[in-house]
């Protein structure tokens, strides 16, 4: 556990937050963010001031069908539709700000491993060391289909592909070392051919013959974050990750997973990871305000909506679930094992219906709201940390831009005064920031 915790504010390139209809809030803007670079300028600016490690963006690639069989309810009630990428507010973002890091999810399906090093060390060169990879597997069934895979692929499949995709991505930021770089004016040599070396792997999987595509950094290659937690999604990361993302919907939970990752660790004789959690702040200037906020948002939620994000995301057509009976053993579901194992439970380890589940993801899939006054907030926040000793949080708002300015100016100075969050940057670049 660090001195002082860290936190990374969740952000998704579509029509609204985590929280679903929040599009159709008053006081949201993300909507009209979507034509907009002064929007995510002004989010990225506003996380810098308050001193924020970095941006995390998540991703849904492809517009959910599990639900009924069918993208309809997905398409109406703008359920991870639509699905605009996030690639592009990377260089956004970080040409709006100096110290800020920028992590965004990637799958390692639907690109190469060519392309997504390319994509990623370009941005990562231009912002000297300020971007951060999420590797994903891609739980979609709606994403492999789109991406022509033709069918989901098999839960631990996905992994066996994603770990081959990596150890080309390596070979790829290996294959042209510093000094192999010479820029010599008067010999107009640009590079020593000798000391490049030519990829040329091929697999089961995957295949690639090619140069590095990009210069190499002084800063390093990107910092590389996962956010899988089933047994083989936590191989993977013990494996590639530099930071892991857990959600779990209750202290309980978050306190599980930490010992399930320094036992993995152990076993696989690396260092323990840092793990940061999602939570998701409500700040008002009263608890009853706070509060009745929350409820407003959830009445707004139609229950086929949720159902429809859910069943996506579990890869199970919960609309052929009883919705007042405990959730099944999630030994099936070719989604995401991890979130749906998350679900099937409460703090005290009881099974909870899939109406009770419901309730949880409607604001944030599955993230614990904090809920309260600045003041209130900040404490629930510090005890988390504390109880837990994970190395910080990842936060995800309900309604934008409010969400992120009503935290930094008003949680963070609290935060701050209390010495457990930073009132300035140690570095410049994301991962010494953020594993600081």
């Not at 959730?327 to 979130?339: C, F, M, V």
Request: glycine share 8%; charged share 20%.
């Amino acid at each position: 556990m660090s001195s002082k915790m860290h936190l990374l504010q969740m952000l998704v390139h579509t029509s609204q937050t985590h929280t679903l209809q929040a599009w159709a809030d008053p006081i949201d803007q993300q909507l009209e963010g979507l034509q907009d670079y002064a929007y995510w300028q002004h989010l990225a600016k506003k996380l810098e001031q308050g001193c924020f490690d970095g941006v995390f963006f998540a991703d849904s690639p492809a517009t959910h069908g599990v639900y009924k069989e069918s993208v309809v309810p997905s398409v109406e009630w703008g359920v991870a539709w639509p699905n605009h990428d996030p690639m592009p507010l990377v260089a956004v973002m970080s040409a709006a700000t100096q110290n800020l890091g920028i992590g965004v999810t990637l799958s390692t399906n639907g690109t190469s491993p060519y392309l997504a090093t390319r994509r990623i060390s370009t941005l990562n060169y231009l912002s000297r060391g300020r971007v951060g990879w999420n590797i994903v597997s891609g739980f979609s069934q709606a994403e492999h289909m789109a991406c022509g895979l033709g069918k989901q692929i098999e839960h631990d499949e996905r992994y066996d592909m994603a770990d081959e995709f990596m150890d080309i991505c390596y070979q790829l930021w290996n294959s042209v070392p510093a000094d192999a770089i010479l820029k010599n004016k008067q010999s107009l040599k640009f590079a020593d051919p000798d000391k490049v070396t030519r990829v040329d792997f091929k697999g089961k999987y995957f295949q690639c013959k090619a140069v590095g595509p990009t210069l190499p950094s002084e800063y390093g290659r990107p910092m590389l974050f996962q956010a899988g937690s089933s047994g083989r999604g936590m191989q993977f990361a013990m494996k590639h990750a530099e930071l892991i993302f857990a959600i779990q919907s209750h202290v309980e939970g978050m306190k599980k997973t930490m010992i399930q990752l320094k036992a993995e660790a152990q076993k696989y004789g690396v260092p323990e990871r840092k793990v940061i959690f999602g939570l998701q702040p409500i700040v008002r200037s009263t608890e009853l305000e706070a509060r009745q906020r929350a409820e407003e948002l959830i009445e707004r939620i139609p229950l086929e909506a949720n159902l429809a994000r859910m069943s996506g995301v579990f890869g199970l057509d919960l609309s052929k679930f009883d919705p007042d009976q405990p959730l099944s053993d999630s030994s099936s579901a070719q989604g995401s094992r991890g979130l749906m194992a998350a679900a099937m439970t409460n703090e005290k380890g009881e099974s909870v219906t899939l109406r009770e589940v419901t309730k949880k993801w409607a604001l944030s899939v599955a993230i614990p709201p904090v809920i309260g006054t600045p003041e209130q907030v900040a404490t629930e926040i510090e005890r988390v940390w504390r109880e837990t000793g994970c190395h910080g949080f990842n936060l995800s708002p309900t309604t934008n831009p409010d969400s992120v300015d009503d935290f930094v100016d008003h949680v963070i100075p609290i935060l701050q005064k209390r010495g457990v969050f930073r009132t300035s940057y140690e570095a410049s670049t994301f991962r010494e920031n953020l594993l600081s």
